[in-house]
């Protein structure tokens, strides 16, 4: 395959890959409506989304690492150097300045990508906490303040001392 084929196939790659990325941008955003929803259904739903996306730009990663290998032997790029950004200044015009629009996209997805992922990490591990504590509280509540008697029976309500958990809150 000559040289120009495999640029214009490179960058058809590229092209699926950032559409993939914004895919994958609009999912997290969706998985972090579900978090703050606290959608337990909406969440499961969008991680399916996240693992197939991933799994697709996966997939395209892998095409575009043997084809970046092709390239790279064809323009006598070392394999160790074998690397989009090291083709862009080897390769010559139209290719070039193709590339590079693509490789710059891709870049600043990525980074959009991992912050949200990232945010929506710290969504998850705030939520958690405040599970955590709801129920050590309500564990506390249940120990110390149980509604029943040993006999089975329940305590009156004129025996409740809320002043003392509040004060303790």
């Known amino acids: 395959?000559?040289?120009?084929?495999?640029?214009?196939?490179?960058?058809?790659?590229?092209?699926?890959?950032?559409?993939?990325?914004?895919?994958?941008?609009?999912?997290?955003?969706?998985?972090?409506?579900?978090?703050?929803?606290?959608?337990?259904?909406?969440?499961?739903?969008?991680?399916?989304e996240k693992e197939t996306c991933v799994l697709k730009l996966r997939i395209l990663e892998e095409q575009r690492s043997i084809l970046l290998e092709r390239i790279s032997r064809q323009v006598c790029l070392p394999s160790a150097?074998?690397?989009?950004?090291?083709?862009?200044?080897?390769?010559?015009?139209?290719?070039?300045?193709?590339?590079?629009?693509?490789?710059?996209n891709l870049k600043e997805l990525a980074a959009t990508v991992s912050k949200v992922n990232k945010e929506n990490g710290r969504f998850v591990e705030h939520s958690l906490a405040c599970t955590n504590s709801s129920l050590s509280l309500l564990s506390y509540l249940n120990a110390y303040n149980s509604t029943y008697l040993s006999s089975g029976k329940v305590k009156p309500a004129d025996n409740y001392n809320f002043g003392s958990l509040s004060q303790e809150i």
């Open 81 to 104: 150097e074998s690397t989009l950004s090291n083709l862009i200044k080897t390769i010559g015009e139209p290719y070039g300045s193709r590339l590079n629009v693509c490789y710059t």
């Open 1 to 48: 395959m000559t040289q120009n084929l495999l640029l214009e196939e490179l960058l058809a790659l590229l092209k699926k890959e950032i559409i993939l990325y914004h895919e994958l941008a609009a999912i997290l955003k969706k998985e972090e409506q579900s978090i703050l929803e606290l959608s337990l259904e909406k969440l499961h739903e969008t991680v399916k």
